[in-house]
């Protein structure tokens, strides 16, 4: 059966400070993979999304990256974290692009 | 651009009523999803509906998709306290292109 690892669960950094969230997936291949912020437990903005290895699509511009250095492993990250940055960051991965996702248990980041 | 409204925002209900959440879009979908969230954790897929007028049920759980393609809803029969959650609702497009498109979802409080 298939996984999604996230860490860590949660993280408070100072502002200004460099940032690196990790996101894993198992018992699948070639997943697309995403990444979402949601806050004050309200909808999910989509932050990127990935097809492939080194593929990188980006839904809004901000303070955020985001890398796929291997098939099942995404990252975001960020150079200098502001406070607009804090919320609650979920990796997701599917099959197809527009069809079910699955859920990874979630970072909480508190940037102050 | 293609959105889901979701209503109503917030429901809070004692135990053992029965509620109707609601998902609309001036946008057609292939296919729409509902998911569960509960504070602190990813949203967890309970249902995928695709076919215009289409009927599920996952116990007290009954989800409808419109006729149209174009907006669902979900009735729960007697709610629990376990029910208690936030509830997003989420519309695909299908083909190769594109992602999901989320609600900003209901908040579901159900005391006991």
């Known amino acids: 059966s298939q996984t999604i690892h996230q860490w860590p669960a949660t993280l408070v950094q100072p502002v200004g400070s460099p940032l690196s969230l990790e996101c894993t997936v198992e018992?699948?291949?070639?997943?697309?993979l995403y990444w979402y912020r949601q806050a004050a437990g309200r909808g999910l903005q989509l932050l990127f999304y990935?097809?492939?290895?080194?593929?990188i699509s980006s839904e809004v511009p901000q303070n955020l990256s985001a890398s796929r250095p291997q098939d099942r492993q995404f990252i975001l990250s960020s150079k200098k974290l502001l406070l607009s940055d804090s919320g609650f960051y979920l990796c997701?991965?599917?099959?197809?692009?527009?069809?079910?996702?699955?859920f990874g248990p979630g970072t909480r980041l508190t940037v102050l | 651009t293609q959105l889901l409204e979701q209503s109503p925002q917030f429901l809070s209900i004692q135990e053992g009523e029965n509620l109707t959440v609601y998902c609309n879009s001036s946008?057609?979908?292939?296919?729409l999803q509902w998911y569960r969230q509960e504070p602190g954790e990813g949203p967890v897929l309970l249902v995928t509906?695709?076919?215009?007028?289409e009927v599920k049920k996952l116990k007290r759980l009954t989800f409808q998709f419109g006729d149209a393609r174009k907006d669902s809803s979900l009735h729960i029969t007697a709610a629990q306290p376990g029910d208690t959650g936030l509830y997003l609702c989420?519309?695909?497009?299908?083909?190769?292109?594109?992602?999901?498109?989320f609600g900003k979802g209901t908040k579901l409080s159900v005391k006991p």
């Open positions: 509906v695709v076919t215009g007028g």
């Open positions: 946008s057609v979908f292939s296919s």
């Open positions: 018992g699948t291949s070639n997943p697309n």
């Open positions: 990935s097809v492939g290895i080194g593929q």
């Open positions: 989420a519309g695909g497009v299908g083909g190769s292109q594109g992602n999901l498109i």
């Open positions: 997701a991965w599917s099959v197809r692009l527009a069809g079910e996702q699955f």
